[in-house]
């Protein structure tokens, strides 16, 4: 009686672009029907419809009836859709709004003749809850605290973070058409519009997660989403030293140079936990500053009282309106900061990011997309020289020298776990060249058969160019902190 809504047949479903789970890999015939079957081409498989094993069986019958759920979830969204009043829709209480449903989909499903266990009723009356006032399919994922990040390539293929780990989720989309709506409804709720002649954009989620999505035809087999999740309670120094990302002393250090107000730079790949530490690192900074904030998308959570967060904006869709990170620092210098944080250096504000180092706001933080300390010199040369900025190598290279302290080096190793592979200070310059010394840094000594890394954290033997620095101001960090273990 559900023929309305089954395909006729399930193999033909979507085959192309759907994973191939490997539970639900061909399985080898069983013997008899090998030899009644026409001989198999050289190529793999698809599912066998007889899986051979209880597990394969088993996908194939969850496979099964999450595309029966995804077919009566369409046709009751259209339902829903004719018969919610939609304006009411604000006002309604999540309960009062859950009933509703509950109540037309019951009623719709009758009308159907289709007879659903109540297990499958609750998830359906939940996804289709999503669907109306949320993201959809993406809902679930983003209310799991577990992801971190959620990757969706094209309609069938959605890959969540983990711990560090991405893996391939079971969630997906009914169709292109499907993840466009959803598209739409995130960047329509913040004034903006993605189509072919404009297709990307960047947006924030109301819950603060960022967000990025990118459609055909310039994604090429579908829409590209990426959502880093916005963390209610950002990991702080204890978390990270307790998650093995920099030790103890290293923190201790951090704090003496955040508290001495050093200009430091956080590099990194990406993902690789830059504005997470740079996130922590605010945490010392004194309660009585007035610290400002500028982000691309505003995801720095700082402590302090004394806190003005600002937000550049694109353009609209007419090409105006745009407000730039160049933009707001140039106005932040302006507003009497003591620190200026930039979320990521990574154009033109270089230049400003520099001046206000080296002009009396000191103490001032940003991060940028960099391998190593090196790399990260020559990237702010770089983006010095792209924002068509005249002046000599020399003069831009001194001018780095003096505004930049420290350069901490995050990176995402390949077991997935984040640490602070590297703490380099910038000691002057030699000749034409920017010198710069390492405190510490990440051993890698081998890796488990499981492929988790070992390691371990050690000091160079190089004692900080800051050291009388940090005495000056009350921060006597023993010398043992900078003696290697050997
Ligand atoms: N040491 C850590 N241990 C565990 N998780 C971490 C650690 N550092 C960061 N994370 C998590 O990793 C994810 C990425 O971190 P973060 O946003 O700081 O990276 P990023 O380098 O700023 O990324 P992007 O380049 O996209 O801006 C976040 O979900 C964060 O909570
Ligand atoms: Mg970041």
């Given amino acids: 009686m559900f023929s309305r809504f089954k395909k006729p047949d399930s193999n033909d479903a979507r085959p192309s672009l759907r994973p191939v789970t490997a539970a639900a890999a061909p399985a080898a015939a069983p013997a008899a029907s090998a030899a009644a079957a026409p001989p198999k081409p050289m190529l793999?498989?698809?599912?066998?419809?007889?899986?051979?094993?209880?597990?394969?069986?088993?996908?194939?019958?969850e496979k099964k009836r999450k595309e029966r759920l995804m077919e009566l979830k369409v046709e009751l969204h259209k339902k829903l859709l004719e018969s919610l009043n939609l304006a009411a829709l604000e006002h309604a209480t999540e309960a009062?709004?859950?009933a509703e449903i509950a109540d037309i989909t019951s009623e719709a499903l009758s009308e159907m003749s289709v007879a659903l266990n109540k297990e499958d009723r609750a998830t359906l009356n939940q996804e289709l809850y999503d669907e109306v006032m949320g993201l959809g399919p993406l809902e679930p994922l983003l209310k799991d605290e577990t992801v971190s990040d959620i990757l969706v390539n094209g309609p069938y293929r959605v890959f969540v973070e983990r711990g560090g780990k991405l893996t391939l989720s079971d969630v997906t989309f009914k169709d292109e058409r499907h993840l466009l709506r959803i598209i739409d409804k995130i960047v329509s709720a913040v004034g903006r519009r993605v189509d072919e002649s404009n297709p990307y954009c960047d947006a924030r989620l109301a819950d603060g997660s960022r967000f990025n999505c990118?459609?055909?035809?310039?994604?090429?087999?579908?829409s590209l989403v990426s959502i880093r999740k916005f963390k209610k309670d950002k990991l702080g120094i204890a978390d990270l030293v307790r998650f093995g990302a920099f030790t103890e002393e290293m923190a201790a250090y951090l704090q003496a140079a955040v508290s001495t107000r050093l200009n430091i730079i956080v590099s990194g790949g990406t993902g690789s936990g830059k504005t997470t530490t740079l996130n922590a690192l605010s945490s010392f900074i004194d309660n009585t500053?007035?610290?400002?904030?500028?982000?691309?998308?505003?995801?720095?959570?700082?402590?302090?009282?004394?806190v003005g967060r600002m937000e550049s904006r694109p353009p609209n869709v007419e090409g105006k309106g745009a407000v730039t990170q160049r933009d707001c620092l140039r106005n932040a210098l302006r507003m009497r900061p003591d620190r200026i944080i930039v979320g990521e250096t990574r154009g033109e504000e270089v230049i400003d990011m520099l001046q206000a180092m080296n002009t009396g706001?000191?103490?001032s933080m940003t991060t940028i997309h960099a391998n190593n300390a090196r790399d990260g010199i020559s990237r702010l040369e770089n983006m010095v020289a792209m924002a068509g900025i005249e002046m000599p190598l020399k003069a831009v290279r001194s001018q780095i020298a003096s505004a930049v302290n420290l350069i901490v080096q995050a990176s995402r190793l390949q077991d997935g776990s984040r640490r602070m592979v590297s703490i380099t200070e910038i000691t002057g310059m030699e000749g034409e060249v920017i010198s710069m010394q390492e405190i510490f840094r990440y051993e890698r000594l081998g890796v488990e058969p499981s492929g988790k890394i070992i390691g371990r954290f050690n000091a160079t033997g190089v004692r900080?160019?800051?050291?009388?620095r940090f005495r000056q101001w009350g921060y006597d960090l023993p010398p043992s902190i900078y003696e290697p273990i050997v």
């Fill in 214 to 222: 990118m459609v055909p035809p310039v994604a090429v087999d579908g």
């Fill in 361 to 363: 706001h000191d103490g």
């Fill in 44 to 61: 793999a498989q698809r599912p066998a419809s007889v899986p051979a094993t209880p597990e394969a069986a088993a996908a194939e019958k």
């Fill in 96 to 98: 009062n709004l859950k």
């Fill in 289 to 306: 500053e007035r610290v400002l904030t500028i982000e691309d998308t505003a995801e720095l959570q700082l402590q302090q009282v004394h």
């Fill in 464 to 468: 900080s160019h800051y050291s009388e």
